[in-house]
């Protein structure tokens, strides 16, 4: 059964979001924080991501059930019942709402906002194409979080921090939706490559990238960061670029390796090289 609510909001896909808040929480306290604060953010993290993935698999599930990419997940195949789905979501909300707590008061008054954003995203690409970026904007809530975690307030190098993985999830996104085209306009789902066709779609996607590299430059200059983040920085920026030479307008078989596996390390390489400069410089 751990295995299939594994499966069900696809756990391993936390290391997205997760080393973001590392980072966030790394960079608000000029150091790197103390264990009962990594173990709280983390905690937060899983609550948020997993209430967020099973909710997204609940309002999504009818859409799913005709999705020929989808129709065998869990939910859609009776290995999972609706109502363990809801109560597994509610358990996760409620994980949130303790970590929440154990953080600071700001941590917990932001607590009733991070739930709106949790569910906004299954519902906004029923009627219009910035899908991607409100998409974004939830996985952003990931560094904000961790700053905030730490310092009981926001700064402007949150917010740059918050844009840049904004950006870089709208990108792959993009990509990842690629696959879903047909469907997508057929049934009425709104997203770029069903609202403006595979290439442009493509060519949005590497301009989503292309800022979230240049928020990241931003953030190194305005939190004076050191030479391990630029070498980050770099890693990124090729990453990226791999990404996008994966895949085209003609062929997409390589979408799952662009969505999956570099996406990864762009979330790995920057809290290593984030992780670095607080501990050597």
Not at 28 to 41: D, E, L
Not at 225 to 241: E, H, Q, R
Request: charged content about 10%.
């Amino acid at each position: 059964m751990l295995k299939t609510y594994l499966e069900f909001v696809k756990f391993e896909h936390t290391i997205f979001a997760l080393p973001f808040a590392y980072v966030g929480a790394i960079l608000a306290g000029q150091g790197i924080p103390p264990p009962a604060k990594w173990f709280w953010i983390t905690l937060a993290m899983v609550g948020a991501r997993t209430a967020g993935m099973a909710l997204n698999r609940i309002i999504d599930r009818e859409i799913d059930s005709k999705n020929p990419r989808t129709e065998n997940r869990p939910l859609q195949k009776g290995l999972l019942s609706l109502n363990k789905a809801r109560w597994l979501v509610f358990f996760s909300v409620l994980l949130l709402l303790v970590a929440a707590w154990q953080l600071n008061p700001l941590c917990l008054a932001l607590f009733p906002v991070a739930l709106l954003f949790l569910s906004l995203y299954s519902y906004v690409k029923r009627f219009h194409w910035t899908t991607h970026l409100v998409l974004g904007s939830v996985l952003a809530c990931a560094p904000v979080g961790g700053w905030m975690a730490i310092s009981g307030r926001l700064s402007p190098a949150a917010f740059l921090l918050g844009a840049a993985v904004l950006f870089w999830v709208a990108g792959f996104d993009v990509i990842y939706t690629c696959q879903d085209v047909a469907f997508d306009s057929a049934y009425g789902i709104h997203s770029l490559p069903a609202r403006f066709g595979l290439k442009p779609a493509l060519f949005l996607s590497a301009c989503f990238h292309l800022t979230s590299l240049g928020l990241l430059a931003g953030l190194g200059f305005w939190d004076r960061l050191g030479p391990f983040f630029w070498v980050g920085w770099l890693g990124v920026a090729l990453i990226l670029v791999w990404e996008h030479r994966l895949i085209s307008p003609e062929d997409l078989s390589r979408v799952n390796q662009a969505f999956f596996v570099m996406n990864g390390w762009v979330s790995v390489v920057l809290f290593a090289a984030v992780f670095a400069d607080r501990l050597f410089t």
